[in-house]
C-alpha cells in the first residue's frame, strides 16, 4: 500500500524555505568541485565588485551583519577575501576579494551557470519569470515596512 502524500503546509516561511534548500542543494552541488557552496560564491560574487563594507554588503545580500561576518571567516581563512581598515572610519572594515578568490569565482562561473541553467530547464521560461515577478513583488512589499 502506497503512504499519502504529506498535506501541503499553509506555512508561507516554511514553503518559501523548502524550495530555498531544494534551489540550495543544486546549486551546492555543482559548485562543489569550485570548493564552495553557494552562500560563499555568493559573498564572493557580490564583493568583487567594489570593496565595500560589511554592513553594506550584508545590506546588499539581504544579510544580517554578524551572520555576514561569521560567513566570511572562511573566505579569509582560503585567502579568497581580506577584510581592510576603511581610509574614512578605522571602525569600519571593507571586504576585498583578493587575486585567489578571483580565480575561485572564474573557475565557478561556469559551474554556477550550469545550475541556473538546470533549474531555469525544469521550471520553464514563464515559470522562471513568474516566480521572479513575485518573489520580487514580496520582497519589495516586505521592505517597505
Request: charged share 30%; with cysteine.
Amino acid at each position: 500500500m502506497e503512504t499519502p502524500a504529506a498535506p501541503h503546509s499553509l506555512c508561507t516561511c516554511f514553503r518559501l524555505r523548502k524550495l530555498a534548500r531544494q534551489v540550495t542543494q543544486r546549486y551546492d552541488r555543482e559548485l562543489a568541485p569550485a570548493g564552495l557552496n553557494l552562500n560563499q560564491y555568493s559573498i564572493l560574487r557580490r564583493a568583487s565588485r567594489t570593496p565595500q563594507t560589511v554592513s553594506a554588503l550584508a545590506r546588499e545580500i539581504g544579510m544580517d551583519r554578524t551572520t555576514l561576518s561569521r560567513d566570511l571567516k572562511p573566505l579569509v581563512t582560503a585567502g579568497w577575501i581580506e577584510l581592510a581598515s576603511s581610509d574614512t572610519d578605522a571602525r569600519q572594515r571593507l571586504v576585498q576579494v583578493k587575486p585567489a578568490g578571483k580565480r575561485v569565482l572564474e573557475r565557478a562561473q561556469p559551474l554556477w551557470r550550469k545550475a541556473q541553467d538546470d533549474i531555469d530547464a525544469r521550471l520553464g521560461a514563464t515559470g522562471v519569470n513568474a516566480l521572479h515577478t513575485h518573489l520580487d513583488r514580496a520582497m519589495a512589499r516586505l521592505d517597505a515596512e
